[in-house]
């Protein structure tokens, strides 16, 4: 039987850490789907005991959400609208046994190119604080996630929170995500749109989609050309061409790159509808 | 392999517990096989089924997901720890559990909702129980019962003669709910060796072995091959077409098939890396025929020839033609295979999940090398079936085991292990053409498919023989020939699946009737209540039916149709990105064996002290046969349901009733049963010398019998007792009256045929290609129905399996090997249903009683598929219906 330390404060986690790799649980949502096995495998660095390692604060830049976060603590935080896709990201993650469990952490570590909150955070332009005994250092979401189920992750390191800097906690926003069923469903794509609007016309425009590239991503050309438009009627500036442009979709059983595209793109439209003309719901 | 593990406390259902354990452990396996509380399923250990849900601190989790240390220090609740309460009596009185795997998951996530919600909508309990899947009831009933969790006490059942026809609850309904049934996985004896399969990687392979004792030897444990197998390493659920092997000798032809067994103490087994198994494997060549002995890689095709249909449709007024590919598609009962064997003295014992105990028997026994009655199969209960548990799957393995160690021998598949190695739903592609005449009358119909039947023969044969017979649907078709060819590949074996092949076919039939409709200028309803079959009337196979409850199912849904276009109307004029549209489609089905023998056997009797005992013998894999057949034999006795005691389909002690498939239960064991009853009922009434409308009565050790003249008491310990210690005793066998396929397929294969159609109404998204279905009408002839909530209920989960081949469901070998990329409806996918049951007496079945379990599913696929069109023009020839392909089909008619 290997090794389960499961300690209290996050030095001696790191003082864990520092010893010899092990793997770093605390959901476990992941985890056990990756194994047949009647127990986690190999050494286990367990942070759920970890008491500042859990909730969200808010600080005097912005917010913190702490690494063992779970999605039913996002639901029940009380966010402004600019997190408003996270939440409706956390209703969407597998079940309510999965939100009771799974961490908004362990999304950004597993790194699937479908993980549901990823759009979000990058949407919220999310910051990664990464521990270890030899320090802390952050950087951007987009930065952290290298590729398809791989991250910026050193040896010894673990993601000890995430932070949504004051300004990009600004404005409204929606996720909608795009199944083949209605619940515990794996995403064909999905998109988070956060806007900040002002008389009318858009001040901040931050697009991100997910499941349609090896990792979720932004659209920054397409952002660009929203900023200073009316809002009214908006939607019609997310043309096929810009976000198939940002994206490399591939085919897989769930659904083929050119649909992915055009998903992507109707979730886009949708999204900003829902925020520019709240009345009309989207499907 | 001896550990020291840490002492661990746990608290659980309020009670504090200390056990050795490893902190990493799945809580499931703790609870478990720490605690032995089996009461929390598991079926899948990767949180995509929620059948293992319990509560930490009242917040629902999934156990497989939790590592035993997160829940030290916090209130573990199980379903063990519910007291009888109001949501599980609710589960009850609206038939919330079938086969029950999924129920003490859906109870503990029930139990945490409703603690926080005591009065919530239809929609919030649909959300709250998302993170659980059911396979059998298509959650309309378990939504029902979180709705209507009022503290009401168990219904009273009803009174002698009074059961058929009522809303019986399921007789075995408390064990489930209670979660203390015995599923393939709960039993497990002190000492039991745990049993797991080395499988190929890959298919076609050849393999060769290293040197397997000294693997064993370094790890402790024991292998067995097929070296190891004292009989006939062949098997099959059709003897004359038998080509499976127990394990596979020296190739193996798809990915997943067995190759070796590893036995030893469960603690060593479960962490070994089988991956290390000495074995090498190597590509075969794929182009060589699966089988040397069937050129051509055909395995057998079936023929129906009637009259001349290339003629008929080369005169034909108007003609329409369709070519339909659907997939693979896996049963996802929730209950992975498992099963324990041992033996006591020279009997080898087997309890394992199965729907065929006896086919099970002596295929195991032929296997083994042993006498059938050395072999005694005890069913566990089954967590669902669905066709696939009628085929062996691990009971030849542990029975190996058991008979060389002589030691308790249990198996467990993984949902991995279980998806790759089992039986599937044929893939096929089918072409059709069909003609009517000016009228809209039927004139022709030819029928071709391709049935993917996979690496092993299984019930390919039977999909082969049923698709002809069924393909022309319920419906009059002078001129006919249809052939269906069950084709091997290396891929996994196509077996069983409700319905065996008749869904595919009739996603064809239904599509070209749609545009047969069109082009002769019909409504579509009216179009399919032209052709309807007659009393009268042959069928494709020239078979003269009585009883024909198409007409009347049609009928039933005329009112429901025209209210469902005149709700798609009203929506579409709102335009928008939903696209709203309805769909028909038909079914009929013959029940039981194709043209072969089909017996049942019942036994009912009454011992000296009184109890009154019903050998069960129809395998109850959650369609409730146990409840069914004892209200017919109740009736027929004249006893009242709850003096009945069970015993069930033990090859020891009930004789046969045959396998639970075919829709053949009700039919075929519930006329043995009212034959049984009357039987007993004659017995009893002549020993009392009374006539036959006397009353019997059962209480103590006397049965009484009255009528209007007085009262007669008989001493049952007055009475000797026979061999199978009844003082009275019925057994009654019934076989149905068939006649065998000629070589153009004529005869007369079933003696009852049920029949139905349904109406799907959906609302596509233009844009997305996503497509909701928003309400089902189904109506379909019952002959008589025995029992409306459990009927209710196979309509119910007949659609969500529709409602999945329709939309989602596509099993690919190697990648959709677990339940989240293989999609089975949740609670948010389903339409609501409304049933509408028709009572057209068959002259034949009990009390006039048809079939009904694979019915439900025919139709709704094929009505979803029709909606689409109807809604948005698009065609969809390649299931499923995912949204990529309903976008490119919407373009498509767009164009």
């Known amino acids: ?283 | 392999m001896n550990r020291t593990l840490d002492m661990v406390d746990l608290t659980v259902n309020g009670q504090k517990v200390k056990l050795p354990a490893d902190p990493a452990r799945r809580l499931s396996e703790v609870l478990r096989e720490g605690l032995g509380l089996r009461g929390t399923k598991v079926g899948c250990d990767a949180g995509d089924c929620g059948a293992c849900t319990v509560l930490l601190d009242g917040a629902p989790v999934c156990a497989c997901l939790t590592p035993l240390a997160q829940a030290v220090g916090r209130e573990v609740a199980t379903v063990e720890g519910l007291e009888v309460d109001r949501l599980q009596q609710a589960f009850l009185r609206h038939g919330a559990a079938q086969c029950g795997i999924c129920t003490p998951g859906m109870l503990m996530a029930g139990t945490a909702f409703l603690r926080d919600n005591p009065a919530p909508s239809r929609a919030e309990v649909e959300e709250a129980l998302g993170g659980v899947l059911c396979r059998c009831t298509g959650y309309a009933k378990i939504i029902d019962a979180m709705l209507d969790a009022a503290p009401d006490g168990p219904a009273p059942l009803p009174e002698a003669g009074h059961a058929v026809g009522a809303r019986v609850e399921r007789l075995d309904g408390s064990l489930k709910v209670r979660g203390t049934e015995i599923y393939g996985a709960d039993a497990c004896p002190e000492g039991a060796l745990l049993v797991r399969a080395v499988r190929a990687p890959y298919a076609p392979a050849l393999f060769e072995f290293g040197d397997l004792e000294a693997w064993a030897a370094r790890h402790g444990v024991q292998v067995f091959t097929a070296a190891d197998i004292p009989g006939a390493n062949v098997f099959g659920t059709i003897p004359p077409f038998a080509d499976q092997p127990a394990l596979a000798e020296t190739r193996a032809r798809l990915r997943g098939e067995a190759v070796a067994l590893v036995a030893g103490e469960a603690g060593t087994v479960e962490g070994l890396d089988l991956a290390c198994f000495p074995v090498t494997w190597a590509k075969a060549d794929p182009s060589a025929p699966v089988h040397e002995t069937r050129p051509d890689n055909l395995l057998v095709a079936g023929i129906v020839r009637r009259g001349d249909a290339e003629a008929a449709i080369a005169a034909a007024a108007h003609v329409a033609e369709a070519r339909i590919e659907t997939p693979y598609i896996e049963h996802a009962y929730i209950e992975p295979e498992a099963g324990l064997a041992w033996m006591e003295g020279d009997t080898l014992v087997i309890q394992a999940c199965t729907q065929a105990p006896v086919m099970d028997r002596d295929d195991t026994a032929r296997i083994l090398g042993l006498e059938p009655g050395k072999v005694r199969i005890v069913p566990s209960a089954a967590g669902g079936g669905f066709g696939s548990k009628l085929d062996l799957s691990l009971q030849p393995f542990i029975g190996l085991v058991a008979l060389k160690t002589r030691r308790p021998a249990r198996m467990i598949y993984s949902r991995g292990e279980s998806m790759s190695s089992t039986t599937k739903r044929h893939p096929a592609k089918m072409t059709g053409r069909a003609g009517v005449d000016s009228e809209g009358r039927l004139t022709g119909f030819i029928f071709d498919g391709d049935f993917n039947t996979g690496a092993y023969a299984s019930w390919g044969p039977t999909v082969a023989g049923r698709v002809p017979v069924h393909a022309s649907g319920p419906y009059y078709t002078p001129a006919y020939a249809a052939e269906a060819r069950a084709i091997h590949s290396y891929q996994p074996i196509s077996g069983a699946f409700r319905g065996f092949g008749v869904p595919q076919a009739a996603i064809l039939q239904e599509a070209l009737f749609d545009d047969l409709a069109e082009k002769a200028g019909l409504d579509r309803l009216a179009f399919r209540r032209l052709n309807a079959l007659q009393d009268g009337q042959p069928t494709v196979c020239g078979q003269v039916l009585q009883g024909v409850g198409i007409t009347a199912c049609l009928d039933a849904l005329k009112e429901p149709w025209t209210a469902a276009l005149d709700r798609a109307e009203k929506a579409n004029a709102k335009g928008g990105a939903l696209r709203h549209g309805v769909g028909i489609a038909s079914c009929w089905y013959g029940c039981g064996n194709t043209g072969l023998p089909n017996p049942s056997t019942i036994r009912v009797g009454i011992t000296a002290d009184g109890r009154l005992c019903l050998h069960q013998g129809a395998t109850d894999i959650g369609q409730g046969a146990n409840t069914v057949i004892t209200q017919i034999c109740a009736d027929a006795l004249g006893l009242a349901v709850g003096q009945f005691h069970l015993i069930g389909p033990d090859t020891g002690v009930t004789p046969d009733c045959g396998k639970t498939s075919a829709s053949r239960q009700t039919y075929v064991t519930g006329k043995a049963a009212l034959l049984a009853g009357r039987a007993l009922r004659a017995r009893i009434l002549g020993l009392g010398n009374m006539g036959e409308d006397a009353r019997i009565s059962l209480s103590e050790k006397t049965l009484t019998l009255t009528d209007g003249h007085g009262e007669r008491r008989i001493a049952l310990a007055d009475l000797a007792p026979d061999e199978n210690g009844y003082v009275l005793a019925a057994e009654e066998t019934y076989d149905p009256p068939t006649v065998p396929l000629d070589e153009n397929g004529q005869g007369s294969p079933y003696a009852v045929y049920g029949f139905g159609a349904q109406i799907a109404e959906v609302a596509v998204d233009l844009r997305l290609g996503t497509v909701k279905v928003t309400r089902i009408t189904a109506a379909h002839d019952l002959g008589r129905v025995i029992n409306p909530l459990l009927a209710e209920g196979q309509v119910e989960g007949g659609i969500a399996q529709g409602l999945g081949m329709a939309l989602m469901e596509e099993y690919i070998p190697g990648r959709t090997e677990n339940l989240h990329d293989y999609l089975i409806p949740t609670t948010g996918d389903m339409p609501k249903i409304e049933t509408i049951f028709v009572e057209m007496p068959d002259p034949e079945g009990p009390l006039g009683a048809k079939g009904l379990g694979e019915h439900v599913l025919i139709p709704t696929a094929p009505a979803i598929l029709n909606a689409i069109r109807h809604a948005t023009g698009a065609k969809i020839t390649k299931l499923p219906a995912l949204p990529h392909r309903v976008l490119a089909a919407i373009r498509e008619a767009d164009t």
């Open chain 1, 1 to 283: 039987m290997a090794a389960y330390s499961r300690p209290d404060t996050l030095q001696a986690a790191l003082d864990v850490l520092a010893e010899a790799p092990v793997t770093v649980a605390a959901g476990c949502t992941d985890l056990f789907p990756a194994t047949q096995a009647r127990a986690l495998t190999g050494p286990v660095l367990d942070i759920t005991g970890i008491d500042e390692l859990r909730g969200i604060v808010r600080e005097e830049n912005g917010f913190r959400i702490g690494a063992t976060t779970s999605w039913s603590d996002v639901i029940r935080a009380d966010l402004p609208p600019a997190f408003d896709m996270l939440k409706e990201a956390a209703r969407e993650v597998g079940s309510i046994q999965i939100q009771n469990a799974g961490t908004v952490a362990g999304n950004i570590c597993n790194a699937s190119p479908a993980a549901d909150g990823v759009p979000c955070l990058l949407a919220l332009g999310a910051e990664v604080e990464l521990a270890s005994v030899r320090g802390r250092r952050r950087m951007a979401l987009g930065e952290f996630i290298t590729g398809p189920r791989r991250t910026a992750l050193e040896k010894g390191e673990m993601v000890a929170a995430l932070h949504v800097p004051e300004g990009a906690a600004a404005g409204r926003s929606r996720f909608l995500k795009l199944g083949a069923r209605r619940h515990l469903v794996i995403s064909i794509a999905m998109v988070a749109v956060r806007l900040v609007v002002e008389r009318g016309r858009v001040q901040q425009a931050v697009l991100a989609v997910g499941a349609c590239s090896g990792v979720a991503t932004r659209l920054p050309d397409l952002e660009a050309a929203l900023v200073g438009r009316r809002a009214s009627g908006l939607s019609i500036q997310a043309a096929d061409a810009m976000v198939a442009a940002a994206l490399s979709p591939i085919d897989d059983i769930r659904a083929d790159a050119a649909y992915r595209v055009q998903a992507a793109t109707e979730l886009l439209r949708r999204a900003m509808n829902d925020l520019t003309a709240p009345s009309e719901t989207a499907a």
